[in-house]
């Protein structure tokens, strides 16, 4: 047992110290290791009541959790499969086509009274931007400073065209959503707020503010957007949004707010242009309009996840109640060390 | 990122090796029998370091699938902003620094004012860090620019994610740890037990009559068991020459 031994350890330790300098204490409560201290021990009446308090603080919370989310209003529209004509057996070479007018019309629903503001996003499944890769496929300091516009390490292929760099380069920029929407409500015209839609931080001081696009999207593979060479790329922000790169597979990016009250049973008109290719890796698209509360979107999750973890830590106390009364076992009894039970005893 | 790992986590370990006592030094000079769960390798079996792998390996299941499941891909504040890779990565690691430092808080069972420092500092260090480190500029920092700052600090569902990851990462130890000392403990948890009810009462006269007759028990293992065998051997061994030179002088007397 490591007990006698540690205070062999401190006393030794205490004795050369005191050897080596008269200013130490040689048996101070440190190296004596008798710090006051308190020993906690998991006594019932301790452990009941942890689990209690755990199970009364979680219940409350999962409520107010499953609450919030309840108040949520979502209208999820997948468009990918419905916008493609029905008579187009080939769909990538469809999207590839940029002859063919791919703009297509969707009505949707309000299923429930939706309070400003409303966010618009379009979200993506099985869209990995969280591929090593892909997400190293980018030049933070070209895309910063203007000076340093040739500098497309990582970016590989995106890096040059013609001899020239691209700016941005990288394959995140390259691929960036380029799907548009305009929405129509019970007829009137309805405007798209679309500013102020990326993290600020990622405006101020990660995209410069004078740094343009140029080469950008002029080679035989056009991957998504094109962007205008006049604009900088700090107000870039449907760049910005899609070069903060998702962390799983399914993701929402915003496209918009709208700053206007929807009645249930309004009908909202989108009209969209169907540019972005999801056909080659069996992606899909979606068109979101949601309402937000204090925990952010429709997560019904969490409310769960909290009332399960309370509720199984109320039964932990029940149960554990239940076993010290009516198993009340002398916490100090010798009988049940455990290797007495299998030999026979002095 | 892994270097600041070792950094976050490793401070309450070292004092937790340095400092934790299970059983006080007077009470193992007490109980002897203390000594046994060196010899009979109570503490290092292999059952027991594997327990604690499972353990790690389960607490990070839990963690990772419950940050993901709680942080998909709905918005994660009122503005409607949704998460990202640092996001939800900086989010997973306040987990695991929660969880890490409240599983030392559990497992200690000395608790000085260098536990307490070790454990809470660790915690508020994180913290620190995440600020620190998100205020340096992008060109270090890149993707956790500002994560706390602005995304992280002010967003309750990060807060609400974390105390829920943290403590359901540590239901399953705590469980186990209470099954254990109640019901299969340990000689050095009987002596715990032994060391809080002697505040109350005085059951040392009677429990140490029990436990020092218990000391005396024969054992199969170790040094002195190998001792005892020895004796033994060598006294049947003078018994048999004895009785065997015995036979002889009779047989030669007569």
Same mark, same amino acid.
């Given at each position: 047992h490591s007990c006698p031994m540690v205070l062999r350890i401190a006393e030794l330790t205490s004795f050369g110290a005191g050897a080596s300098a008269s200013t130490h204490q040689p048996n101070s409560k440190f190296t004596q290791q008798e710090l006051p201290a308190c020993k906690p021990i998991l006594t019932p009446k301790w452990v009941i009541s942890v689990f209690l308090l755990v199970g009364v603080i979680f219940v409350p919370i999962g409520v107010a959790s499953l609450l919030a989310s309840n108040k949520v209003v979502e209208i999820v529209d997948r468009y990918d499969d419905a916008c493609v004509p029905s008579n187009v057996t080939n769909k990538l070479a469809y999207i590839q086509n940029s002859t063919i007018s791919k703009t297509c019309r969707r009505t949707l629903k309000v299923p429930k009274d939706m309070k400003q503001p409303i966010f618009v996003y379009y979200q993506l499944n099985n869209f990995y931007q969280n591929h090593r890769r892909y997400v190293k496929s980018r030049n933070d300091q070209q895309l910063r400073d203007a000076?340093?516009?040739?500098?497309? +390490?990582?970016?590989?292929?995106? /890096?040059?065209?013609d001899g020239m760099a691209i700016v941005p380069c990288g394959l995140i920029a390259w691929s960036t959503f380029n799907d548009t929407y305009t929405f129509q409500h019970n007829t009137n015209n309805l405007s798209i707020d /679309?500013?102020?839609?990326?993290w600020k931080s990622d405006r101020d001081h990660k995209f410069g503010s004078d740094v343009f696009p140029k080469n950008f999207q002029k080679g035989p593979l056009i991957g998504g957007k094109t962007l205008n060479e006049s604009i900088p790329l700090s107000e870039q922000e449907d760049l910005i949004v899609w070069m903060r +790169?998702?962390?799983?597979p399914t993701f929402r990016k915003l496209y918009g707010r709208i700053y206007v009250d929807l009645k249930e049973n309004d009908t909202i008109t989108v009209t969209l242009d169907n540019n972005y290719n999801t056909y080659s890796f069996d992606g899909k698209k979606s068109l979101v309009l949601s309402t937000s509360t204090w925990l952010g979107g429709k997560n019904d999750f969490l409310g769960l996840a909290y009332l399960t973890v309370g509720g199984l830590c109320f039964f932990l106390a029940f149960a554990f109640t239940l076993l010290y009364l009516i198993k009340p076992r002398k916490l100090g009894d010798n009988n049940y060390l455990s290797w007495n039970r299998n030999s026979a005893g002095h | 990122m892994s270097l600041y790992n070792v950094l976050f986590t490793s401070l309450p370990v070292i004092a937790m090796g340095v400092f934790d006592q299970d059983v006080s030094a007077r009470f193992c000079l007490k109980y002897?029998?203390?000594?046994q769960e060196g010899p009979q390798n109570l503490l290092f079996r292999w059952s027991r370091l594997l327990g604690w792998m499972l353990h790690g390996v389960g607490s990070a299941v839990i963690i990772f699938f419950l940050t993901i499941a709680s942080l998909k891909?709905?918005?994660?504040?009122k503005d409607g902003e949704v998460i990202d890779l640092s996001i939800l990565g900086a989010t997973a690691y306040t987990c695991v620094v929660w969880a890490v430092n409240m599983q030392m808080a559990i497992t200690v069972n000395y608790f000085t004012l260098i536990q307490h420092i070790c454990i809470w500092s660790g915690i508020f260090l994180w913290y620190l860090f995440l600020i620190i480190y998100g205020a340096i500029t992008p060109s270090f920092s890149t993707t956790f620019f500002m994560v706390f700052s602005e995304a992280l600090g002010g967003a309750p569902a990060y807060w609400v994610v974390t105390l829920l990851v943290a403590v359901a990462a540590l239901i399953p130890y705590f469980t186990l740890a209470v099954v254990k000392t109640w019901f299969f403990p340990d000689y050095h948890n009987k002596i715990q037990w032994l060391q809080h009810a002697a505040k109350h009462a005085d059951p040392e006269e009677e429990l140490g009559v029990v436990l020092r007759q218990f000391s005396v028990r024969s054992t199969g293992v170790g040094v002195s068991a190998r001792r005892d065998a020895k004796l033994v051997r060598t006294n049947s061994k003078v018994i048999h020459a004895d009785s065997s030179s015995q036979s002889q002088a009779t047989v030669e007397l007569t």
């Amino acid at each position: 047992h490591s007990c006698p031994m540690v205070l062999r350890i401190a006393e030794l330790t205490s004795f050369g110290a005191g050897a080596s300098a008269s200013t130490h204490q040689p048996n101070s409560k440190f190296t004596q290791q008798e710090l006051p201290a308190c020993k906690p021990i998991l006594t019932p009446k301790w452990v009941i009541s942890v689990f209690l308090l755990v199970g009364v603080i979680f219940v409350p919370i999962g409520v107010a959790s499953l609450l919030a989310s309840n108040k949520v209003v979502e209208i999820v529209d997948r468009y990918d499969d419905a916008c493609v004509p029905s008579n187009v057996t080939n769909k990538l070479a469809y999207i590839q086509n940029s002859t063919i007018s791919k703009t297509c019309r969707r009505t949707l629903k309000v299923p429930k009274d939706m309070k400003q503001p409303i966010f618009v996003y379009y979200q993506l499944n099985n869209f990995y931007q969280n591929h090593r890769r892909y997400v190293k496929s980018r030049n933070d300091q070209q895309l910063r400073d203007a000076s340093k516009a040739n500098e497309t +390490t990582l970016c590989d292929p995106e /890096k040059t065209r013609d001899g020239m760099a691209i700016v941005p380069c990288g394959l995140i920029a390259w691929s960036t959503f380029n799907d548009t929407y305009t929405f129509q409500h019970n007829t009137n015209n309805l405007s798209i707020d /679309k500013t102020d839609i990326s993290w600020k931080s990622d405006r101020d001081h990660k995209f410069g503010s004078d740094v343009f696009p140029k080469n950008f999207q002029k080679g035989p593979l056009i991957g998504g957007k094109t962007l205008n060479e006049s604009i900088p790329l700090s107000e870039q922000e449907d760049l910005i949004v899609w070069m903060r +790169t998702a962390a799983l597979p399914t993701f929402r990016k915003l496209y918009g707010r709208i700053y206007v009250d929807l009645k249930e049973n309004d009908t909202i008109t989108v009209t969209l242009d169907n540019n972005y290719n999801t056909y080659s890796f069996d992606g899909k698209k979606s068109l979101v309009l949601s309402t937000s509360t204090w925990l952010g979107g429709k997560n019904d999750f969490l409310g769960l996840a909290y009332l399960t973890v309370g509720g199984l830590c109320f039964f932990l106390a029940f149960a554990f109640t239940l076993l010290y009364l009516i198993k009340p076992r002398k916490l100090g009894d010798n009988n049940y060390l455990s290797w007495n039970r299998n030999s026979a005893g002095h | 990122m892994s270097l600041y790992n070792v950094l976050f986590t490793s401070l309450p370990v070292i004092a937790m090796g340095v400092f934790d006592q299970d059983v006080s030094a007077r009470f193992c000079l007490k109980y002897p029998m203390l000594y046994q769960e060196g010899p009979q390798n109570l503490l290092f079996r292999w059952s027991r370091l594997l327990g604690w792998m499972l353990h790690g390996v389960g607490s990070a299941v839990i963690i990772f699938f419950l940050t993901i499941a709680s942080l998909k891909h709905q918005a994660f504040r009122k503005d409607g902003e949704v998460i990202d890779l640092s996001i939800l990565g900086a989010t997973a690691y306040t987990c695991v620094v929660w969880a890490v430092n409240m599983q030392m808080a559990i497992t200690v069972n000395y608790f000085t004012l260098i536990q307490h420092i070790c454990i809470w500092s660790g915690i508020f260090l994180w913290y620190l860090f995440l600020i620190i480190y998100g205020a340096i500029t992008p060109s270090f920092s890149t993707t956790f620019f500002m994560v706390f700052s602005e995304a992280l600090g002010g967003a309750p569902a990060y807060w609400v994610v974390t105390l829920l990851v943290a403590v359901a990462a540590l239901i399953p130890y705590f469980t186990l740890a209470v099954v254990k000392t109640w019901f299969f403990p340990d000689y050095h948890n009987k002596i715990q037990w032994l060391q809080h009810a002697a505040k109350h009462a005085d059951p040392e006269e009677e429990l140490g009559v029990v436990l020092r007759q218990f000391s005396v028990r024969s054992t199969g293992v170790g040094v002195s068991a190998r001792r005892d065998a020895k004796l033994v051997r060598t006294n049947s061994k003078v018994i048999h020459a004895d009785s065997s030179s015995q036979s002889q002088a009779t047989v030669e007397l007569t």
